[in-house]
Each structure stands twice: as structure tokens, then as C-alpha cells.
């Protein structure tokens, strides 16, 4: 209990006593991933016996990072390229620390203030950006 993460919390049910495990602080997967534990119990009689156990605590992954990209990435294209030229591949992680939780997929948001979402589209698992049309600059409104 290396840095105060667990403590006992003694209760009595039906003339038993019992310890349950607790934690003090949220525990975090992409940090520790596995506590190891022993308990101890004693008794206060004359000759005091004690006997230990051993816990081991495997936490589950959540999905609780928030995917960010790792560059700003900026594309050029040539006019007159066919549709489906590649312009530009974006890059993002996410430091969850298992699959599917660290699975990123990319997609151009649709939005009216998103000029370019009808211009081109992305490989929804590569992040590659490609052309939906021919750009020609001369009929550029």
C-alpha cells in the first residue's frame, strides 16, 4: 500500500467481523495497472497468533483519455487531380490503455460553417484525406 491507495474499513455483521478493502484515491489503469496486497489479522489474546493473506487486484481498462492529434497537419492539391487524390493523413492517439479504448476513428464533421466538408473525405481508420472532386480555380466562387 505504497502510496495510502487501499485501507481497511472494519464492520460487524451478525457477530462477525469483517475488513473490506477500500480506496482512497481513483485508481488509474493507464498508471497501475495491478495491486498486490497482503492483509494481516491478529488476535489480542495471550499468545497473540496473526495470519496474512494475499490479494491481488487487476483493475479494467475505461474508456477515460480523450484521443489528440499529434500534429497539425495542413495538405495542398494540385488543380485538375482526379477525385480520390491524396491530400494529407492526420494522426491522433489515444493513451487509454486497451483496445477498443484506444481505437480512434476520424470523420469531417457536417456542419454548415464546414466549408470543405463536400471538397473531401477521409479514410474513417488511416486518417488519409483525399479529394471528392476536380479543383479548378478559375471557377472558384
Do not use: H
Not at 495510502?4 to 464492520?11: E, G, I, N, P, V
Not at 481508420?125 to 476536380?134: A, N, R
Request: proline fraction near 4%; charged fraction near 30%; avoid cysteine.
Amino acid at each position: 500500500n505504497k502510496y495510502d491507495t487501499f485501507y481497511l474499513q472494519q464492520r460487524q455483521d451478525n457477530g462477525w467481523t469483517y475488513a473490506d478493502v477500500k480506496v482512497n484515491q481513483p485508481l488509474d489503469f493507464e498508471r497501475i495497472k495491478e495491486y498486490n496486497l497482503t492483509i494481516r489479522v491478529e488476535n489480542n489474546g495471550a499468545q497473540q497468533l496473526a495470519s496474512e493473506a494475499t490479494i491481488f487486484i487487476v483493475l479494467e481498462d475505461v474508456n477515460d483519455e480523450i484521443p489528440l492529434f499529434t500534429e497539425r497537419e495542413q495538405g495542398t492539391v494540385m488543380e485538375g487531380e482526379p477525385v480520390g487524390t491524396p491530400v494529407t493523413r492526420i494522426n491522433a492517439i489515444d493513451k487509454d490503455g486497451t483496445f477498443p479504448n484506444n481505437q480512434v476513428y476520424y470523420y469531417i464533421v457536417d456542419s454548415i460553417r464546414n466549408e470543405g466538408k463536400d471538397s473531401f473525405e477521409i479514410n474513417s481508420q488511416s486518417g488519409e484525406v483525399f479529394t471528392k472532386m476536380i479543383f479548378d480555380r478559375e471557377t472558384k466562387g
